[in-house]
């Protein structure tokens, strides 16, 4: 089986495995059987060896903040949230001798719909984003920290403040940490569920307890992010992945994975197939093992689309999805984006045009109506749609959909417009036939499945 391979791969490189009903754990993120979360499991497990590494608490000479981010940059990790932005590169844009406060903030505002991964992380593995926060700290020179957790994810928030109590009790946060001169204070704030505050100055925004609008870009947050002061931020996976990094070194996470693309990454798989869940493996990974690793699409069915990497990347068809690795550069050279890394399959009993209205009107929802070309294109997309999904479509309307999203994309303050408008091209392009068919028809192409 395609499963077996990816075991040997990753015991070839040193990385224990361990299968679950719906989920793979290759011990570099998480540990999803949820029992062994607490200080004592993970430190068991090689929990803050990494610490105690750079601050030379094992014998050794320690590491210096060059030397720390030098190997995050050797390790090729991209930032896990979305954009995919080298997390060494963004670390060595902060002002470390900045003479006043820094912060690091932590964005678990994980609001994209098909995205369950750092939810898993901070309830089942909470101490290694915790201990990647502690030793980005180090590496930039900051000394408070925040972990904004979407607001809807009541049981990882509670589960992150009692891991936190854990960490502060044993000297490895707060004050002259483990017995040196570096000081770090790491809080957690709960959100209210907004998508938007995923966007990172929105969520800036709501840290400092206004309204979740996103700020406009330039100034950048690494020289005026949180209360004016030069800060960065990264996603709660880019976070867990840097402990294994410090112990095992960046050339090591960079061959679990492949050039350009370190490491593994969990894919949260949705949709139409046996087996949904959370699945770590190599960057790089054949999307067909991946999905055989899901058990496949559901009652033998045809595979129909796919969406790579959350509801705001673009759909791709099967015939070009089965080409693709799970990576960065692959999905992009494909036409849509790796995202999130929420994998949502569709299988031929699913209709396009009345997915297309579900996201369109979840986008409408949560636009935070600043700008204008999304608050108000966001609406005309759903009205278009849904009059084509009831029957009262035109013959004019798939080119007035590509219009609309061409007028709303590029042209907002932050990438909810673009999330709303990529999309609807997308399923135009891959799929206008259906579009059309229910024009012309007033009902779907595709059999009601049963």
Not at 22 to 33: A, S
Not at 116 to 145: S, W
Not at 415 to 436: C, N, Q, W
Request: with cysteine; glycine share 12%.
């Amino acid at each position: 089986m395609m499963a077996d391979k990816i075991l040997a791969q990753f015991q070839a490189t040193g990385v224990q495995t361990c299968f679950h009903d719906r989920h793979i754990n290759p011990q570099i993120l998480t540990d999803l059987n949820g029992r062994n979360w607490r200080l004592k499991d993970y430190e068991a497990r090689g929990g803050y060896q990494a610490l105690r590494k750079i601050l030379g608490k094992d014998g050794g000479e320690g590491l210096t903040q060059d030397q720390v981010i030098a190997v995050v940059k050797e390790s090729s990790l991209r930032g896990r949230g979305g954009a995919g932005f080298p997390t060494g590169l963004k670390w060595s844009f902060m002002p470390r001798q900045f003479p006043g406060q820094k912060y690091l903030v932590c964005n678990s505002d994980e609001g994209e719909p098909g995205t369950c991964k750092d939810r898993d992380i901070l309830q089942f593995n909470p101490h290694i984003v915790i201990e990647g926060m502690i030793i980005a700290a180090y590496a930039m020179g900051i000394t408070v920290g925040y972990n904004y957790i979407h607001g809807e994810i009541f049981a990882s928030y509670d589960r992150f403040e009692e891991a936190l109590e854990e960490a502060r009790a044993a000297g490895l946060l707060g004050n002259n940490i483990l017995g040196s001169n570096f000081t770090f204070q790491l809080h957690a704030a709960h959100g209210f569920g907004a998508y938007i505050c995923g966007e990172e100055t929105a969520l800036l925004e709501s840290l400092e307890g206004k309204k979740g609008q996103p700020r406009f870009k330039p100034p950048f947050p690494a020289s005026f992010g949180l209360y004016g002061k030069p800060t960065t931020i990264n996603n709660t996976e880019t976070f867990a992945a840097v402990p294994w990094i410090i112990r095992n070194g960046g050339a090591a996470y960079l061959a679990c994975g492949k050039p350009n693309n370190g490491g593994t990454k969990i894919y949260s798989i949705s949709g139409d197939v046996e087996l949904p869940g959370n699945y770590e493996i190599p960057m790089g990974t054949p999307f067909s093992q991946l999905l055989e690793l899901a058990g496949g699409v559901r009652s033998g069915r045809q595979l129909k689309a796919v969406i790579p990497g959350g509801s705001s990347s673009p759909v791709l068809p099967a015939s070009i999805m089965m080409d693709c690795t799970m990576d960065y550069d692959s999905i992009a050279k494909a036409g849509s984006m790796l995202g999130s890394g929420a994998v949502i399959v569709m299988d031929d009993s699913r209709c396009m045009v009345k997915s297309l209205q579900r996201l369109s009107y979840f986008y409408m929802h949560e636009s935070c109506g600043q700008c204008t070309p999304c608050r108000e294109g966001t609406g005309w997309l759903w009205r278009v749609v849904n009059r084509i999904e009831n029957g009262q479509g035109r013959p004019a309307d798939m080119e007035l959909l590509n219009s609309v999203a061409e007028d709303i994309q590029g042209r907002t303050i932050c990438a909810l417009g673009d999330a709303a408008a990529m999309p609807v091209r997308a399923m135009i392009k891959h799929f206008g036939h259906e579009f059309e068919y229910h024009v012309a028809h007033k009902t779907c192409m595709v059999p009601a499945y049963v």
